[in-house]
């Protein structure tokens, strides 16, 4: 997408004309797109790409939120071979391990679970991206406590930290 085109965009989600968006504003922007996703979520998204931590996202920051959902759904579809509009688990797994993921089998069902609320063993695109997020903020954070290692020791205040910055 051009830069054109995409400040056309970031001008369209941007409703109150603040220069900058929240939560809320890219909340409905993504449900014009069809993608449902609760204030939390979006709060989350905010989170990951505010660089630097105004509290909402600039068109600098947009730049980079907008690649994200684009590179995201396009995993998305190209691990949907069939065009369902739905990943089966084996597919998530097989996306996942494209990435560079090597997840063992109770993390992964663990996180498979949580973002597939309706236990039916298929994902949407919502969830997919949902999911996406949460990986995100878990490597960054595991990254920040790690430094480079891979293990990290948390006391409980650390713990909190982490799983606050993570969901
Ligand atoms: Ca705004
Ligand atoms: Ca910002």
Redesign the pocket.
Known sequence: MGDAQLKQWFQAVDQDRSN?IDAGELQKALALGNLHFSLAVCAHIIRIH?????????FK?FRTLHQFLTDTQNKFFQADKERRGKLIKAEVSECLKKQGYTLDIPAFEAMFRAYNPERNGQMDLTCFIAMMIFLQSANATFAAFSQGGNRISLDYNQFLYATANVV
């Open positions: 900058a505010d660089k630097d931590n105004s509290g909402t996202i600039d920051e």
